[in-house]
């Protein structure tokens, strides 16, 4: 029986070396793949989801971040517990795209980046997008230095709204929105009135929460225009893009709602300089519906390290394709087809008369704790780049 017990020992020193010699074998494994700082290009169709950002413990609302989370665990870059603490592989978005409070589409986006640290596997790409549902790609992966912070080193954002052209129709004109056309001098008169945003403005007004004297509402738009129109599934549609360093929540649809107010005639040109003014003025909000996070710009950690020798520069010129591709496939046929079913935008023109342009801030304020009540139940949008 001695000789018994002794051979059933070693055979557990045996089993007890083997599952040491495994665990010692994982770890070289991932030794040899160290983990880097990277970022990640992601694309997504907002559709259905409460957002990009993930709300750990959270499981009722689903977000974008728990779908590409649960990717990365999958797909072997991350360890298990990095999933439960993003903390841990120092995950950074960019730009949050939040929940959009219209009609339950979420913000969408076409050139999101989130910063990381991952084990570089093999296929590292196809790996994780086998993981993900096809309205959520990686279009592409970049080494980046090992303090890059993805939200810090962003220096601006452009997003577009897709709206159907209905939204410029003149008030007083009765219109088949299907059968609506944009002229020319229309579409002259929206650009002139986008590029008045330009520049740097206090945009008070265009958000909530922040007083006239905040210096936090002031902020530097770079570029903003309707392009040419487009008819899709016999609807027109044109898409308006905006740059700007940072945006506040439900900036660019503010700013969007005013310009239509003022081109379907229920609010004069002046309220635009009356706006950015000290007074309170009642900004409509166009839908959440039609935005989408473009593209976000890294254009000062380009300077100094896109051409270093160690690192490339964070620009995307070959992914451009993929990205398009991406958009026709799934952001514009969600927008058309939800535009169709749901009609967001033409339900928010109905409301519009609804809005006292002309009213002074003391008016203003009765009608605003009036307002706020219904309003606290809405989500936001897109914008909130800054302010977490």
């Not at 603490?85 to 939040?98: E, G, P, V, Y």
């Not at 007074?279 to 519906?289: I, N, Q, R, S, T």
Request: hydrophobic content about 30%; aromatic content about 8%.
């Amino acid at each position: 029986s001695g000789v018994v017990q002794r051979l059933e020992e070693n055979g557990h020193q045996n089993k007890r070396l083997k599952s040491d010699a495994d665990e010692e074998d994982a770890e070289d494994q991932n030794k040899k793949t160290p983990k880097r700082k990277i970022v990640l290009l992601m694309a997504y169709s907002g559709k259905g989801y409460h957002g990009m950002q993930r709300n750990v413990g959270s499981s009722q609302f689903k977000t974008i971040e728990d779908d590409l989370v649960s990717a990365l665990v999958q797909s072997g870059c991350i360890p298990e517990n990095h999933g439960e603490d993003m903390k841990k592989m120092s995950f950074q978005r960019c730009a949050r795209t939040d929940k959009a409070g219209w009609a339950g589409a979420g913000v969408s986006a076409a050139g999101q980046i989130v910063s990381l640290k991952v084990r570089l596997i093999d296929d590292i790409l196809e790996k994780i997008n086998n993981h993900l549902p096809s309205h959520i790609r990686i279009l592409g992966l970049k080494r980046v230095t090992g303090g890059f912070n993805s939200k810090n080193k962003c220096d601006a954002r452009t997003y577009s709204y897709m709206l159907p052209t209905f939204a410029f129709a003149h008030k007083d004109h009765d219109v088949q929105e299907e059968l609506y056309r944009l002229d020319t001098e229309t579409l002259e008169r929206v650009n002139k009135l986008l590029a008045c945003y330009k520049g740097t403005h206090n945009f008070h007004n265009f958000t909530s929460q922040k007083g006239p004297r905040d210096p936090s509402a002031k902020r530097y738009i770079m570029e903003m225009y309707c392009g040419e129109p487009f008819v899709r599934e016999n609807m027109e549609f044109a898409v308006i893009k905006v740059k700007g360093q940072s945006f506040m929540m439900h900036q660019i649809r503010k700013m969007i709602g005013l310009v239509i107010a003022i081109v379907k005639g229920y609010a004069a040109e002046s309220i635009m300089e009356r706006s950015w003014g000290e007074e309170k003025v009642d900004v409509p909000k166009a839908p959440g519906l039609g935005l989408v996070l473009e593209q976000v710009h890294f254009e000062k950690y380009n300077r100094r390290f896109g051409n270093d020798g160690l690192h490339e520069p964070l620009e995307w010129t070959e992914e451009e394709e993929k990205i398009a591709i991406f958009k026709e496939q799934y952001i514009y046929p969600t927008i058309i087809n939800t535009e169709r079913e749901e009609k967001s935008m033409a339900n928010w023109l109905n409301t519009l008369p609804i809005h006292d342009f002309n009213s002074s801030a003391v008016e203003m304020q009765t009608n605003n704790k009036n307002s706020e009540k219904s309003s606290n139940l809405e989500g936001s949008d897109g914008c909130d780049d800054d302010s977490d």
